[in-house]
């Protein structure tokens, strides 16, 4: 089992609740720990809206449960009306997510009878928000979140095995379910990054030059995402097509493996180069004589599909899955060079900038 941060600061922030209401000498301090269990957030800025959001929730539900009490008393069909009125206006004020903690608040100020119901729906209200702003304290100081290391490190982690089993499924070595299910993980991983980059999207820079140098990386790591897509989709149609790749000419199957072979090296430079553990100018393969050009390798694809047109046994060669496994190459291809223009323009930029936290987690 493993626990993350945000357990470890859902039991502080109740603690700290907790806490605080006995230090204020609170009634029923309970309610403040169940405001902090529903305030913590997985960011900053999450925790920030919460806060605007459950503020007005609980004002309404206060306002709510104030005017039912004195108006039809404490019963409990009074109480359960409110709630429904409680929820309509919520869902109405688009509150939505704090709709819990205003029925909460509803029922806390309702359950009070006697003279003072109103000092005391005040006192429960104020109990209720001690755990909100108790939670956000907590969010903001406790083990701050860092998505952007997370987000790259996942990242790497995630492209390090597709560049593995793309290698494997060229090469005709990876047994077919083990890819199967390989692909149903690593699918699942990319749904998980594009989570840790709205994360880190989120997350507020309060300086003008760090606005500046947020921007960029996140137009990287929006391209970095978009690549190992594109990697992931290229397995894919290798693992789809593999009868079909299997059945190529030799030597047309070996120009396919090198050329994937090169790329997926190029892939795993850039990663480097952008932890700044590669020279910027390395990986311009694409002005160098040795490797085949974009058009070259078009030109030896469509030459392959016509000679393969023309062979009588077409059961041992579709043209037309070929085509698949080309689009998906090319496509690839042009992503990594669009990634690799936008790490030299970054770094050129912002050569100075470092992040040691990731410099520390990567290599």
């Known amino acids: 089992m493993k626990l993350g941060a945000r357990v470890f600061k859902t039991g502080v922030a109740i603690v700290f609740a907790l806490f605080l209401a006995e230090l204020l000498h609170l009634p029923s301090p309970v309610f403040a720990g169940i405001a902090a269990i529903f305030a913590i957030q997985p960011s900053i800025y999450r925790s920030y809206l919460t806060i605007l959001e459950q503020v007005q929730g609980n004002l309404i539900g206060a306002v709510v ?6 108006l039809f008393g404490h019963h409990i069909v009074a109480i359960g009306i409110a709630a429904i009125i409680v929820i309509g206006l919520m869902i109405k004020f688009k509150l939505e997510k704090s709709v819990t903690l205003a029925l909460v ?3 806390a100020i309702m359950e009070v009878q006697g003279d003072e119901f109103l000092m005391f729906g005040l006192i429960r209200f104020a109990t209720v928000m001690v755990g909100v702003f108790a939670a956000f304290v907590v969010n903001l100081v406790f083990i701050p979140p860092r998505y952007e290391v997370k987000l790259f490190t996942t990242i790497n982690s995630l492209q390090d095995d ?8 060229v090469r005709q070595a990876s047994e077919h379910t083990s890819t199967k299910m ?18 880190y ?15 960029r990386k996140l137009v990287v790591y929006r391209q970095m995402i978009v690549t190992s897509k594109k990697s992931l989709e290229l397995l894919n149609r290798l693992h789809k097509h593999e009868n079909e790749l299997g059945n190529l000419p030799d030597q047309f199957r070996l120009m396919i493996q090198e050329r994937l072979d090169f790329l997926l090296t190029y892939h795993e430079q850039l990663l480097l180069k952008y932890t700044g553990k590669l020279k910027p100018e390395h990986s ?15 030109e030896i694809f469509i030459k392959q599909i016509a000679l393969a047109q023309e ?5 041992e060669f579709s043209s037309y899955h070929l085509l698949y496994i080309l689009s998906r190459i090319l496509d690839y291809e042009e992503n990594l060079e669009h990634l690799d223009t936008l790490i030299v323009s970054y770094r050129s930029y912002h050569s100075k900038e470092k992040n040691e936290d990731l410099e520390e987690e990567f290599y």
């Open 65 to 70: 449960a104030v005017i039912f009490g004195l």
């Open 105 to 107: 608040t509803v029922v």
């Open 162 to 169: 597709i560049i593995r089993w793309t290698r494997l499924a």
């Open 182 to 199: 390989a692909l149903t993980k690593l699918n699942n991983r990319i749904a998980d990054v594009d989570i840790l980059y709205s994360f």
């Open 201 to 215: 999207k989120e997350e507020r820079s309060y300086f003008r030059n760090r606005k500046y140098v947020k921007a």
């Open 284 to 298: 311009q393969w694409s002005q160098h004589d040795e490797y085949l050009q974009r058009n070259e390798v078009m």
């Open 311 to 315: 062979l009588e046994d077409e059961e």
